[in-house]
């Protein structure tokens, strides 16, 4: 079964080739990105069972499915229809142009191809440059996800395009565009309206910002009645999430007040951002997360830090958002592989939309003396 992946590993190396041709990325880039189309030879059942992220087989079965029936048929197989998520998720790999979906490390090359295009659109398209290029390429995390049967590939790409578009103040299209992450997985779709949110607060010269304190009046008026319901509706998740993780009903925690809800929020951010800590580490991949975590803490700290340099107001908006999304997620996630993996669409959408919005704004690239002019 190994041999029908080839042709999908050529699909990929033919696209960098091109690319490279075409003059769109040099050929140090056009080298990692072929070096990294490889990846899903060398992960599951390699250095971890493929049965670590059982997830994969769902989604490689169902993809093999609808490819098998036609899409069309596949799209209204009734066996898919109960799931939004799965049913979405799927037809989406399904329609991904590589030829074979033979073995579970099949999807693994259609979320390299969607890596790999995604890589050379924001170089090309985009100008990520310098460090923050280097952060995607060589992030562990994202060549790890982006290398296996999952969906993973497809929310960043539906996160950070429309980020990247509404920095570009195409807000209609950033809106469009992030519509199908309501339907495979709508808290990240939660999330990125709140970006939206609070780049409008951020930003002057729009109305949003003109009338913000007044927005934000109304909106503290309108939840402070509901805001004990929606808490304790966050609880229940939070509690379920415990227990599948096979927490104790004893050892629960539950958040009975509001200043409990900010204060377990507050604390959660940072601890999402590290865990697991190399202490709480339990297998060997858990380890090599452990200490990625460090070196993502050591990342963020140098970009924050180099934005500040150029534009303090910039640099604080995406340290707001960051916090943010990582209390809410913080709040609910327990299990240290799942926190790894919802975690890392965030890191990545923090680096370039920061660094993107720099180089709209200033011509600035972090750490890289070229220029917009």
Known sequence: MFFYDIPNLLLILILIVVSFRMGLIPLWLSFFLGVFALTPFFLNDVLFPATYMPDQFAYFDRVQGIRSQGLIAGLLNIEFANNTKMLV????????????????????FFNRLIATAFTIWLYSSKNLRGWPLLFVLFYPSFLLYSSLALRDTLVVVFMLVPVILFLENRRLLALIVSSPLFFIKFQNFFLILIFFVIHLYFSRGSIFYRYRYMFL???????????????????????????EDGGLLSEYVPINSFREFMVIALQSAPYFLMK??????????????????????????FMFSKASSIDKKIALKWLVYLIA???IYGLVVFNFGTAVRYKFPFILIVIIGMAYELYLKHGKLILNKESKN
């Open 89 to 108: 998720s799927n037809w989406m790999l399904a329609i991904i142009p590589l030829p074979y979906v033979e073995t579970i490390k099949s999807l693994g």
């Open 217 to 243: 009046i109304v909106v503290i008026g309108g939840l402070t009645p509901f805001i004990m319901e929606i808490i304790k509706l966050l609880d229940f998740y939070r509690w379920a999430l415990f227990y």
């Open 276 to 301: 697991p800590f190399p202490w709480e580490a339990s297998n060997f991949l858990q380890l090599i997360q452990s200490i990625e975590n460090i070196f993502i803490f050591a990342v963020l700290a």
């Open 325 to 327: 999304a990582f209390s």
